[in-house]
């Protein structure tokens, strides 16, 4: 199961995510991106401190939201991935399409 949180923190939204970002959530997440940008949404931070598992549907996820957002002359940042989801970024190639951080702060 999967939590969405967000927040605005000056011009940009961070979306706190929490559980596992699977198959299934990952819809619940794609839609709630997509509703976002519809919203006006151009710069986005995912905070990843509290997910314990991600999908390759999930990896397809961020990597629509990154380029619909790059169309948009936006952004996408990670933060706090734990050292399981970073390897999953890494080994994917994932990593070197996005700005990976360590904390929300940096990552603004």
């Not at 794609?30 to 598992?53: H, K, L, P, W």
């Not at 990670?78 to 190639?93: E, H, Q, Y």
Request: include cysteine; hydrophobic fraction near 50%.
């Amino acid at each position: 199961m999967l939590t969405i949180s967000s927040a605005h923190q000056g011009d940009c939204l961070v979306v706190a995510l929490w559980g596992r970002i699977d198959a299934a959530s990952a819809k619940d997440l794609e839609q709630f991106c997509q509703g976002q940008i519809d919203n006006g949404e151009i710069r986005m931070v995912f905070n990843f401190a509290e997910v314990n598992y991600i999908s390759s549907a999930a990896l397809r996820v961020f990597l629509v939201v990154a380029k619909r957002l790059n169309t948009l002359k936006g952004s996408v940042k990670l933060c706090a991935l734990n050292p399981t989801l970073r390897d999953v970024f890494d080994i994917s190639g994932f990593s070197k399409l996005f700005v990976i951080t360590q904390t929300v702060a940096e990552a603004l």
